[in-house]
């Protein structure tokens, strides 16, 4: 994790299976995670936009969640975010914060037409969108 993001997460990764892996090596900080609407969630998959938090005695860290390719939040890449991307593209849609951020799937800063095509892509199965 950087700059209170957090990344290298697959898409369709369940929400108890990041959790499960964060307190295995967190040891006794408990871990948390809400959903883009601010609700606890233990159950489902992990999306972009969600906020994990860890804790100890002393503080908290919370860390927003990035999946590349991920626009929509819903823990997976399909046709929503594919779409998300080509309207963001025209013109006609605006991804913002981290959504922008997942919609940047080859990382150099802007999102085009070759982000466009890594989603698709890897909806295809022809390509994996690194995370």
């Given amino acids: 994790?950087?700059?209170?993001?957090?990344?290298?997460?697959?898409?369709?990764?369940?929400?108890?299976?990041?959790?499960?892996?964060?307190e295995s090596i967190s040891g006794t900080n408990s871990v948390t995670i809400k959903d883009k609407n601010g609700n606890n969630v233990s159950d489902?998959?992990?999306?972009?936009?969600?906020?994990?938090?860890?804790?100890?005695a002393?503080?908290?860290?919370?860390?927003i969640v990035v999946i590349n390719g991920d626009t929509s939040g819903d823990g997976i890449i399909n046709a929503?975010?594919?779409l998300q991307v080509q309207k963001n593209i025209l013109g006609t849609y605006s991804l913002t914060g981290v959504y922008s951020e997942a919609g940047d799937t080859s990382e150099d800063g802007k999102i085009n037409a070759l982000d466009l095509l890594q989603i698709q892509k890897n909806i295809l199965g022809t390509y994996t969108i690194g995370q």
């Avoid at 002393?58 to 860390?63: A, D, P, V, Y």
Wanted: aromatic share 4%; net charge neutral.
């Fill in 1 to 22: 994790y950087s700059s209170n993001r957090i990344s290298n997460i697959a898409s369709s990764t369940n929400i108890s299976t990041v959790k499960s892996n964060l």
């Fill in 44 to 56: 489902g998959l992990i999306g972009t936009g969600y906020t994990v938090s860890i804790s100890n």
């Fill in 58 to 63: 002393n503080s908290t860290e919370n860390l």
């Fill in 80 to 82: 929503l975010d594919l």
